[in-house]
């Protein structure tokens, strides 16, 4: 039976993870497809999925009362979509819906929580991998609130 | 160091604070000579002069074009003026883009803000021999989808199939349909070859180091990097020293520097 495995073991963000744990992660994962304008995951839901983006653009918002939707990031082909199912409370901060179509392969977190408890070793290794992510994320918010572009006499 | 004259021909306001100057050649020349990422000085009678980059089409002398963010007292004088109003200007001056070494590579354009304003003489150059070049990647990041330079012509270039083009803004309304995020967060977007490219940068300098490192984490050399830098340029022709950064002239020896040669003065905050 075809898998997503080759497909995860070709992604970056897996990229030298060994094949013992590659199996346990390809047992989380599923193909997904979102249609432009749907919502992948909303404020305050429950998080337990995160996402490798195949294909397309995803809006991450935040609803501000009196402005309405405002996008604070997008993320596109190749990138990784939410880590709220890491910690608890393990719930979204903020929207997320797709701007196109947009296809990606979902990993269960809840799923990937219980097996990191049994293999400390594998969450271990995906926790490597996230913390690049968050500091990646964390950079780039820093140097949007600094407001680069603006140009002072 | 005189100025010459010359005319404003058309003025049009590009975003909310910035804005295009389109002059005649210089006391009635026969066009006006200048490479990709050189700058005029220009003085405005009785407010001053000020250091612009030429944001126009190399290919085209006839129409000296420079696009302005008002700042101070010089530009927002600038800004008032009508066609047919008379300017002084000495130029051009500094180092440019390195429109030939680059020719059978890929390039890669990274700007910032205003920052697109000088790469634009570049990407005219390079999209007039095309065939001479690699792939070619452009990527654009400014703070709202308002502050968008050339808007209509990025429009252009990304209809093209030989330039691929990426924008995206710091903050947007759900009315934005592009990308969201600061310039070094599309970089990993681009296809580009990290061992055969050319890399092209111009922004705010925190802009240009952080997208600096995105390259170098996708092991591009930093002598395959050229940074447009900015400095207080007073004479332009390195008499003054009020732009000087280690032992260069942003004035005389850049704008234009392949990063390599600039990076331990460019990373000193003293200076």
Redesign the interface.
């Known amino acids: 039976m075809e898998t997503l495995r080759p497909i995860l073991a070709e992604h970056p963000f897996f990229k030298g993870l060994d094949e013992h744990h590659l199996d346990l992660i390809v047992g989380c994962a599923s193909n997904v497809r979102f249609n432009a304008g749907e919502f992948i995951f909303r404020q305050g839901e429950e998080a337990n999925h995160f996402y490798l983006i195949r294909e397309g653009?995803v809006?991450?918002?935040m609803f501000v009362p009196g402005?309405?939707?405002?996008?604070?990031?997008?993320a596109?082909?190749?990138?990784v979509l939410g880590w709220s199912w890491l910690v608890p409370p393990y719930r979204w901060i903020f929207d997320a819906h797709a701007?196109e179509l947009t296809r990606a392969i979902a990993l269960d977190g809840k799923c990937l929580r219980e097996k990191s408890e049994q293999d400390h070793d594998l969450g271990y290794h995906l926790l490597k991998r996230f913390a690049t992510i968050v500091q990646?994320n964390l950079?780039?918010a820093r140097?949007?609130i600094?407001?680069?572009?603006?140009?002072?006499? | 160091m005189t100025p010459r004259m010359c005319r404003v021909l058309r003025t049009r306001r590009e975003t909310r604070d910035t804005y295009t100057l389109e002059l005649s050649p210089p006391d009635g020349a026969d066009g006006f000579r200048f490479a990709p990422g050189q700058f005029n000085m220009l003085y405005a009678f009785g407010a001053g002069e000020v250091p612009v980059s030429i944001s126009g089409d190399p290919a085209k002398p006839n129409s000296l074009i420079h696009t302005i963010?008002e700042?101070?007292t010089v530009t927002r004088a600038m800004r008032e003026l009508k066609a047919g109003a008379v300017l002084g200007i000495r130029g051009p001056f500094g180092s440019a883009w390195p429109a030939k070494e680059a020719m059978g590579h890929d390039v890669v354009i990274v700007a910032?803000?205003?920052g697109l304003a000088p790469l634009r003489p570049a990407l005219y150059a390079i999209l007039a021999n095309r065939q001479k070049y690699a792939r070619v990647v452009l990527m654009y990041?400014?703070?709202t989808p308002e502050?968008i330079l050339f808007r209509k012509e990025l429009e252009r270039w990304r209809a093209r199939l030989d330039l691929s083009v990426h924008v995206?803004v710091?903050?947007?309304?759900?009315e934005?349909?592009?990308?969201?995020?600061?310039v070094?967060?599309?970089i990993?977007?681009a296809r580009f070859d990290p061992r055969n490219a050319i890399i092209l940068v111009c922004?705010?300098e925190?802009?240009m180091r952080?997208t600096i490192a995105e390259f170098e984490k996708r092991d591009v050399r930093l002598d395959q990097i050229y940074i447009s830098t900015e400095r207080n340029m007073k004479c332009a022709i390195g008499l003054c020293g009020h732009c000087q950064l280690g032992p260069a002239f942003i004035c005389k020896d850049g704008p234009v520097f392949r990063y390599d040669r600039i990076q331990p003065f460019f990373e000193i905050r003293e200076i």
């Open positions: 653009l809006a991450l918002e402005r309405g939707p405002v996008k604070v990031q997008t596109g082909e190749g990138e701007m990646e950079d780039a140097l949007q600094l407001n680069i572009y603006e140009v002072r006499a | 963010r700042v101070g910032g803000g205003i990041g400014t703070r502050d995206t710091d903050r947007a309304m759900a934005w349909r592009g990308s969201v995020g600061v070094t967060t599309i990993p977007r922004g705010p925190i802009m952080f």
